[in-house]
């Protein structure tokens, strides 16, 4: 009996082995996953703290796109205000001058300056064909070709023209200065805030606005391209109305002066 006795705690043991070594195993295999799940977890905080940091400068971006589109609004507002403020001085010289020639000669000579600087240093758009038309008119005047009162009603035709270019999108065809290349394209312009191009051997890009003046910029990468293609299309076809996601033209401006 008392071998009987201890042979027994041995049994009890050996039978108890088996299930020590299963739950070993269980806790070494779930320590294993929880040192994964932890990785995953770190992968996901790192990527998380990336994609916040991304949102953060894109909202940053946004919020600065958007204050110059403002002061870009502003400043169309302000040209605007001031052109028609120049259609009034010019029907108030004429009224007053009457049908005298001389009294209407410097007020015509210094509307032509004031609009010719408006153009030169304005919006890129046609601004040859532009400058032309009022060097034309103030040839015409001077030689005697045309009256002052005629010359009246052309600057005044001019100025709605200028009012009627700053509210219209459309797409037009001009000679742009591609690095340092005069090639003639097709331009988008919307109202005079943002204009692209698409040149004949298909190159797509942006009207920016720096420090210097005004440059056309190629834009690289399918998905801009894509973007101004489908500005393009829709201008051909009338779509003058929507929304569009378009490469910022102004972004460059603000890096360079960073």
């Known amino acids: 009996m008392p071998a009987a006795v201890k042979i027994l705690p041995l049994l009890l043991v050996s039978a108890m082995f088996p299930l020590l070594t299963v739950a070993q195993i269980d806790v070494d295999s779930l320590a294993g996953r929880l ?25 940053a971006y946004l919020s600065a796109q958007k204050a110059e589109l403002e002061a ?15 259609m009034d001085e010019i029907r108030q010289a004429q009224q007053a001058a009457g049908s005298n020639a001389d009294s209407l000669m410097p007020i015509v000579d210094d509307m032509v300056l004031r609009l010719r600087d408006q153009v030169a240093s304005g919006f890129p758009f046609k601004v040859g064909d532009r400058l032309a038309e009022l060097d034309e008119l103030s040839s015409r005047l001077q030689n005697g070709a045309v009256n002052p009162q005629r010359a009246v009603n052309r600057l005044w035709a001019f100025i709605e023209d200028e009012i009627r270019i700053s509210k219209e999108n459309a797409i037009y065809s001009q000679t742009i200065n591609l690095n340092g290349d005069n090639v003639l ?27 210097g003046g005004w440059r056309y910029e190629v834009v690289e990468g399918s998905a801009a391209q894509e973007q101004i293609a ?11 109305q929507g929304y569009f996601e378009l490469p910022y033209a102004i972004a460059a401006v603000r890096s360079e002066g960073q």
């Open 230 to 240: 489908v500005l393009f299309d829709s201008l051909r076809k009338q779509i003058r």
């Open 35 to 59: 040192i994964a799940l932890r990785g995953q977890v770190d992968e996901l905080q790192t990527e998380m703290n990336i994609r916040r940091e991304e949102h953060k400068n894109r909202m």
């Open 185 to 211: 394209a097709d331009v988008a312009k919307l109202g005079t805030a943002l204009m692209y191009f698409k040149t004949r051997d298909e190159r797509y890009g942006r009207v920016v606005r720096s420090a």
């Open 72 to 86: 870009n609004r502003d400043r169309e507002s302000l040209r605007i205000r001031q052109l028609e403020q120049e």
